[in-house]
């Protein structure tokens, strides 16, 4: 790409193929991206090193060049949140395709239209990103991947790229072993990944003045994650992170299977446009086995308790999950307008089990009880590493206040399993397993 796009029609004579020149040229790290015949490609930056650019002027080139009619051509970029994405990308997407004729831009819906019929939507936020369920994508940008959701990628942006192929730049900057991090490692050594690495050593996007000024301004770990895109540096701010790497060192996150003689409990963060987020666990002796993680999107109660009754029998008939309580927070106790009934009257009415409130508590006395509930705790990471990653994302912002992202809801929903256990811990087993149980979360909840 030298900062030319290619030859395209001209919608009032289109015999006459024009050249259009855009005023973008790509900076030296970023030339492989353009130059990768991959279909997916893993991109950590960092911070100023441009991607943002690059990307977006990436989606123009190839909506330039697919001349496919029917459907149209269609391409996306997701940030984490709607003002982010217009204040930061929109006024990208007016400069670089200006200059392109007969070009349109529909300011609500933050979309560029081609003169080919191809077009560049903008999207931001869970809430957005969900209205792309079911639509066809030839290519998508998921930037700032550390602080979307980790199910965007799999559960709502692939399989939009299945119908023609599409590609997709999965793209941020470092923020410590998440599940950024996580797709890294699994897809290095994937044939249909490129992974591009792009510390500031390796460019020249900042002044050597400018680069050491800022390792001074900048703690260690913000500099190695931020800029030399480490995933070893621990995530600046978080609750959990340094009880979570203990748990690892223990032993204590690994495979746990369900015990049959044990009942489930479950305990929730209820959503409506933000996740809804499930935690599974049995109280077994002195530790709590959490087993199982659930997620979902604008999904009404009942879907709901359709998994949570789905989990009760196996394929082969066996019985699995013999749940004990459901355990919410307090806002469950809200009334809707429509009907006036509470959100637990109409989970008392899908589920067979006890809806049981946990207590209102601050931030910090919850943050509290989920530590020390930590310290008892074995989690299989098979079937938890999506809500495990939000534990490990949940972090304070500079003013000390935790910050509210995708992570913060399954964080809530752990929170909810510790302030509520108490309530539940004195008839989920045996009195003889769980007594001593009941005396050391006494000090903590």
């Not at 109409?346 to 409130?357: F, G, M």
């Not at 994302?393 to 910050?403: D, F, H, I, M, W």
């Amino acid at each position: 790409m030298d900062g030319e796009l290619p030859d395209i029609p001209d919608p009032i004579d289109r015999a006459e193929p024009r050249r259009v020149n855009i005023p973008y040229v790509p900076r030296v790290h970023f030339r492989p991206l353009h130059a990768s015949i991959k279909r997916f490609q893993f991109v950590c930056a960092h911070r100023r090193a441009g991607k943002t650019v690059a990307e977006y002027n990436h989606l123009l080139r190839a909506s330039l060049k697919l001349r496919r009619k029917d459907p149209p051509p269609r391409y996306a970029y997701v940030g984490p949140s709607f003002d982010q994405t217009k204040d930061l990308v929109w006024g990208y997407a007016k400069h670089y395709a200006e200059p392109i004729p007969n070009v349109r831009f529909y300011e609500g819906d933050l979309m560029t239209v081609l003169p080919n019929g191809a077009s560049i939507r903008l999207y931001g936020g869970s809430a957005a990103y969900e209205r792309m369920r079911g639509v066809y994508f030839d290519g998508i940008v998921l930037d700032e991947y550390p602080l979307l959701n980790p199910a965007v990628f799999s559960s709502v942006v692939r399989p939009c790229l299945a119908d023609y192929r599409g590609f997709g730049i999965i793209s941020g900057t470092s923020n410590g072993d998440d599940h950024f991090h996580a797709l890294l490692k699994k897809n290095q050594d994937n044939p249909d990944w490129d992974i591009h690495i792009i510390p500031v050593t390796s460019t020249d996007a900042l002044s050597p003045s400018e680069v050491q000024q800022m390792q001074i301004d900048m703690s260690p770990e913000e500099y190695a994650r931020e800029m030399l895109c480490s995933f070893e540096a621990p995530i600046e701010g978080s609750y959990y992170a340094d009880t979570l790497n203990l748990m690892m060192a223990e032993g204590r996150i690994d495979r746990v299977s369900w015990d049959l003689n044990a009942p489930v409990i479950t305990a929730w963060d209820l959503g409506i446009h933000d996740a809804m987020c499930i935690w599974f666990y049995q109280i077994c002796g002195r530790e709590i086995h959490v087993i199982d993680y659930y997620q979902s999107y604008g999904q009404p109660l009942s879907h709901y308790a359709g998994v949570i009754n789905s989990k009760k029998v196996g394929s082969s008939g066996s019985i699995r999950f013999q749940y004990k309580a459901h355990c919410l927070p307090h806002d469950v106790e809200a009334r809707e307008l429509a009907t006036g009934q509470s959100r637990r009257q109409v989970l008392s009415e899908l589920l067979d089990e006890p809806v049981i409130t946990a207590p209102l508590a601050s931030p910090e006395d919850g943050i509290a009880a989920v530590r020390g509930i930590l310290g008892m705790s074995w989690f299989n990471k098979d079937t938890t590493e999506k809500g495990m990653s939000g534990l490990r994302a949940y972090k304070r912002s500079r003013l000390g206040r935790p910050v509210h992202d995708w992570a913060s809801h399954p964080a809530d929903a752990f929170r909810t399993l510790a302030t509520s256990f108490h309530l539940v811990a004195g008839y989920a087993g045996s009195a003889r397993h769980q007594g001593p149980l009941r005396r050391r979360i006494r000090g903590i909840v």
